[in-house]
């Protein structure tokens, strides 16, 4: 099943934050596909505060990293909120 990122949709970091997508965009020099977000409900879960935010689709995708974080049982970096 293939994952897709769209505006106004609500997604779960991995470490606790949420974050509500705001846009997808383009990198003006390399093209690279940016996701446009603000991350909500922090409270100190990762390393950036409350505000907005722009990441690469593709990390905003990716598996988390299992070595580094062993304890996390989440699956990917972000996945989206259904409810």
Same mark, same amino acid.
């Given at each position: 099943?293939?994952? *897709?990122?769209?505006?106004? +949709? &609500?997604?779960? !970091?991995?470490?606790?934050?949420?974050?509500? /997508?705001?846009? &997808?965009?383009? !990198?003006? *020099? +390399?093209?690279? *596909? $940016?996701? /446009?977000?603000?991350?909500?409900? #922090? #409270?100190? %879960? +990762? #390393? !950036? %505060?409350?505000?907005?935010?722009?990441?690469? $689709?593709?990390?905003? $995708?990716?598996? /988390?990293?299992?070595?580094?974080?062993?304890? /996390?049982?989440?699956?990917?970096?972000?996945?989206?909120? %259904?409810?």
């Amino acid at each position: 099943m293939e994952r *897709e990122v769209k505006p106004y +949709t &609500l997604w779960q !970091h991995f470490k606790g934050a949420r974050a509500m /997508v705001i846009a &997808l965009a383009k !990198h003006s *020099e +390399t093209g690279e *596909e $940016l996701v /446009v977000y603000r991350c909500m409900d #922090n #409270n100190g %879960k +990762t #390393n !950036h %505060k409350d505000g907005i935010y722009a990441r690469p $689709l593709s990390m905003f $995708l990716s598996e /988390v990293d299992h070595e580094k974080y062993p304890e /996390v049982d989440q699956k990917y970096r972000f996945e989206e909120i %259904k409810d």
